[in-house]
């Protein structure tokens, strides 16, 4: 059986506040970064998942360390839930995710960009092409 979950930690970057959402399945990880503004109530946060988590365009899958699925005394759990809340930052997997998906965006602006630039210099060889063709039509 497929085990798959979803971490989202909500922590503030001067001047804003965001939330980093990690998505965990099999032994992949995806991670994306949202920009909340001012500090994020439970309540708007929580709303916040039900009607745009499925919007959200996660990073490409990176591979992550396997957990084992050892059953986990229930206090043990408790103290490490109350760990990870405490703990400030994210973690280094989604971090590197993030640089990840920010690094794949620019490569994919750097690449429209330079596509772009040659169909200008397209248009305006044929532009060229043309103006020479119209001035020797006459002889």
């Known amino acids: 059986m497929e085990k798959i979950s979803a971490t989202l930690t909500v922590l503030?970057?001067?001047?804003?506040?965001?939330?980093?959402?990690?998505?965990?399945?099999?032994?992949?990880?995806?991670?994306?970064?949202?920009?909340?503004?001012?500090?994020?109530?439970?309540?708007?946060?929580?709303?916040?998942?039900?009607?745009?988590?499925?919007?959200?365009?996660?990073?490409?899958?990176?591979?992550?360390?396997?957990?084992?699925?050892?059953?986990?005394?229930?206090?043990?759990?408790?103290?490490?839930?109350?760990?990870?809340?405490?703990?400030v930052g994210i973690g280094t997997k989604a971090q590197q995710a993030l640089k990840l998906q920010q690094e794949e965006g620019k490569l994919q602006c750097k690449k429209s960009s330079r596509e772009q630039r040659e169909a200008e210099k397209q248009k305006q060889f044929e532009l060229r092409q043309k103006k020479r063709h119209e001035k020797h039509r006459g002889h």
């Open 12 to 87: 503030f970057e001067n001047p804003f506040w965001v939330g980093v959402f990690e998505r965990r399945y099999a032994d992949k990880i995806e991670v994306t970064k949202v920009t909340f503004g001012k500090e994020p109530k439970d309540y708007e946060v929580y709303d916040f998942v039900l009607t745009e988590y499925h919007h959200l365009k996660f990073s490409s899958t990176i591979a992550a360390e396997v957990v084992s699925a050892r059953r986990i005394n229930p206090k043990r759990l408790q103290k490490l839930a109350k760990k990870q809340v405490s703990e």
